[in-house]
């Protein structure tokens, strides 16, 4: 089971809360960082404290979900020690985990159902990096 940070904006806050029941119910420990109301945000403000608390090693994985998972995602790769990956199916969230050994999930909440959006979740917390090639692709991203 893992330590989840949860968060995003306004159009993920319906996404955000179903996922937070269902990792829950799957024993995963989930802190939601917000917004805690579907009134219009500021998705920066809520991405960053995730980011620095999953590159603390607070969390073992953030997710991320706004409209289009871009706004979240781009402002989640600003953090050195963050890699974000947009998923909007199963295998794209699964990719993202054996390639890119990402540490963070960003779903677009507006183009997926919550059905989607658990798979894509079930997928990038059940499955490891590869390492290997991709270690070595993996270790060129930060700047
Ligand atoms: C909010 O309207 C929308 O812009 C946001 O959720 C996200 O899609 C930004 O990338």
Known sequence: MSKI???GDHAGFEHKKALIDY?????NEVKDFGPFSDASVDYPDYVHPIANAVEKG??????????????????????????AGIAWAKELAALTR???????????????????A????????????EGGRHQNRVDKIPC
Do not use: W, Y
Not at 98 to 116: E, G, T, W
Not at 118 to 129: M, P, Q
């Open 118 to 129: 658990k798979e894509c979740a079930d997928a990038f917390l059940t499955t490891e990096f």
């Open 98 to 116: 054996q390639h890119n050994n990402a540490n963070v999930l960003c779903l677009p909440a507006r183009f997926i159902s919550m059905d989607v």
């Open 23 to 27: 990792l829950t119910s799957k024993g």
């Open 5 to 7: 940070a949860i968060g």
């Open 58 to 83: 607070e969390f073992d994985f953030g997710i991320l979900i706004c409209g289009t998972a871009n706004g979240v995602a781009m402002t989640a790769n600003k953090h050195v020690g963050i890699r």
